[in-house]
């Protein structure tokens, strides 16, 4: 359904090693950068995501209620994005990575705020 997600940053070097790290252990590459807009990057055949300052001026800020999910292929990796992002400046929220049964059936989960308070998740659906 999405073509791309961008994101503001208010640092963005902060955010660049956060999903550098977050989304590497999810097996996608570093992030190509920046554009001639000064965003970051992250592809892949189904889509991407960009990190970069907001093009108004204004400061970024993070969209309360929102959340950026990506797909993990097993738990291990839901474990390795958490992990790896929590050591990277980002901040583990919610409930610990984990198997959650609810009206989408069993999902393995994990969630962290970015450097700027975007809240972003690693989905693994077992079976």
């Known amino acids: 359904m999405f073509t ?11 955010s660049r090693k956060f999903y550098d790290a977050a989304l590497g252990a999810l097996g ?3 992030a190509s950068g920046p554009d001639p807009k000064g965003r970051y ?9 960009a990190v970069g300052k907001p093009i108004d001026g204004d400061p970024a800020c993070h969209a309360n209620g929102g959340t950026i999910g990506f797909a993990a292929k097993t738990p ?7 992990d790896a992002g929590a050591a990277a400046g980002g901040r583990s929220i919610e409930d610990p990575p984990g198997l959650r049964e609810g ?6 989960l994990a969630y962290l705020r970015d450097p700027d308070g975007n809240k972003v998740c690693a989905l693994h659906r077992p079976g």
Request: proline share 3%; net charge negative.
């Open 28 to 30: 996608i590459d570093p």
């Open 4 to 14: 791309h997600i961008t994101v503001g940053a208010n640092d963005v070097e902060a």
């Open 76 to 82: 291990e990796m839901v474990h390795a994005f958490h």
């Open 41 to 49: 990057w992250w592809r892949t055949a189904r889509g991407a995501l």
């Open 103 to 108: 009206a989408f059936g069993k999902l393995y």
